[in-house]
């Protein structure tokens, strides 16, 4: 691993190896029904989506509108994008390639 987190331990490790056993969309819902609330689900989710629409050059008040976040959580993403690890970008790209490509 290049990137050096500052969150690595080997029971995250194990966590992400886990994740990255998913197979499908399925194997996704199931996993994460288990493993989160649905509150959790719905949380993470909406960060992904203000990310999306922070790279699409949308306003606050727009993705406030659009997602019901916070200005707060739009505001931290928005931080995470600039000064973050990249990845949120890293899965944006991926999943427009993925778009693209269908």
Do not use: P, W
């Not at 994740?19 to 199931?30: F, G, I, N, S």
């Not at 949308?58 to 928005?78: D, G, Q, V």
């Amino acid at each position: 691993m290049a990137y050096d987190s500052k969150f690595k331990r080997d029971d995250i490790d194990e966590l992400f190896d886990g994740v990255l056993t998913l197979k499908d969309r399925e194997d996704c819902y199931r996993f994460f029904e288990d493993i989160c609330t649905i509150n959790e689900i719905h949380a993470i989710a909406q960060r992904l989506q203000v990310a999306k629409l922070l790279s699409q050059k949308k306003t606050y008040s727009e993705i406030e509108e659009i997602t019901k976040a916070s200005t707060a959580t739009i505001s931290r993403i928005n931080k995470c994008l600039v000064y973050g690890a990249d990845g949120y970008q890293r899965v944006l790209e991926r999943l427009a390639n993925q778009k693209n490509k269908k």
